[in-house]
């Protein structure tokens, strides 16, 4: 029969990867704890308008990259492309601006685009985000930065470049709008067709694309920088004293837009150059007029995303050493099959412990299963067999040391093994 395949752009994570995963998870949980940020969980697929909406109608994510379809009951929906926009809708829909500003939000979630898979772009991959709602200081901003600087940091991720710039509110970026869709008409017929349908609708949009021909003509267009309005300006400029304040090192790139249309003022991606063609590892920025966009009162927020399987990808680059699986500390091998039983109840009960402890769930031969001990990596073995039933003593071995002691199996046996194992620990110093 043809095997199923995993579908393309998307991949399993396997027990020896998942560590990894975990041990990364488990870093951004308690640095954004630390930072005073609170998980929210929101559903992987909703109201198709919700994206529409929020990410923009012009963006290549709304354009080309979702995964919409009709549900049994003929409601259009979408799988996740990524996280902002069902954080902002549960903000609103359960009053979150009722509580104490500014209101902060994180997550890890799956996210869905139907993009070209390559080592780095999947169509299923994995965000770390974080969203902060009710604070306009531009040390808001920096605050941010230097939170995801940090996260980089306590993972030991090395050579990232931090790239900031100002997209401006939209009063000055109509003004710059106006001067970018001049200079993209005159060099219309070199667009590609995507762009020259952006330059009518949304001309910083061509900014942002791909299409070498395209990234050339963008490279000599207007700065918006050079357009920001008096308050943008002294925004970015209090933004990039918050960062030099911390020592979080940046290079003001007027070329980053980023690719969803709500951003406002401050965006900055970090890159890498462990990542082949698919650099960037997060993103983010400012989002004012997004809470109002979607219904809201007008509310000040920002935020970042952040790639975990492009992460992944640099940590392996950089061979980053993660720490071992852990192992199982005591491993029960029987003869015959009463001797089974005894084995299962006491691994039960070092179980009930909160000790990692395994017994012969295949039924094979003493010989195979001290093999089988010494590929997991058991710390401990005993041997149960007839004897040891009828004495109800055991030996106890230290298979690091090849040290044995006895054992009583009818009294307290987890409390027994817990003074062996840690004078075998101290003994290991
Ligand atoms: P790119 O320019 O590479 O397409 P993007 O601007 O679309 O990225 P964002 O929407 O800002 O990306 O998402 C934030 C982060 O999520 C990215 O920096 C990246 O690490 C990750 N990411 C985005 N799209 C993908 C994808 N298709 N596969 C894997 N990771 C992705
Ligand atoms: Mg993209």
Known sequence: MELIKVQRGTQDILPEQSRRWQTVEDVMRGEAELNGFREIRTPVFEDTRLFQRSVGETTDVVQKEMYTFEDKGGRSVTLKPEGTAGAVRAFLEHGLYNGPA?????????????????AGRLREFHQFGVEMFGSAMPLADAALIAFAHSLFGR?????????????????????????????FAERKDRLCETCRSRLERNPMRILDCKN?????????APHILDYLCDGCREHFEQVKTGLDSVG????VDPTIVRGLDYYTRTVFEFVSDDLGAQSTVCGGGRYDGLVEQMGGRPTPALGFALGIERLLMIMEAQKVGFSEPAACELYFANIGDAARQE???????????????????????????????????AQFTVVLGDDELKTGAAKIKNMKTGETKKID???DFAGQFAAISTEADDLSF
Do not use: W
């Open 102 to 118: 500014p209101v902060k939000l994180y997550y890890l979630t799956p996210c869905y685009r139907y993009e070209h898979a390559q």
């Open 155 to 183: 993972l030991y991720v090395k050579n990232l470049k931090l790239k900031i710039n100002s997209i401006g509110c939209p009063v000055c970026r109509a003004e710059y709008t106006k001067a970018l869709a001049a200079y």
């Open 212 to 220: 070498p021909e395209c990234a050339e003509i963008a490279a000599g």
């Open 248 to 251: 979080v090192g940046y290079e």
């Open 343 to 377: 084995a299962f109840r006491l691994a039960c009960a070092l179980r009930e412990s909160g000790v990692e402890a395994a017994f012969d769930e295949t039924g094979r031969g003493l010989n195979a299963q001290m093999k089988y001990a010494g590929k997991i990596g």
């Open 409 to 411: 199996l009818k009294n």
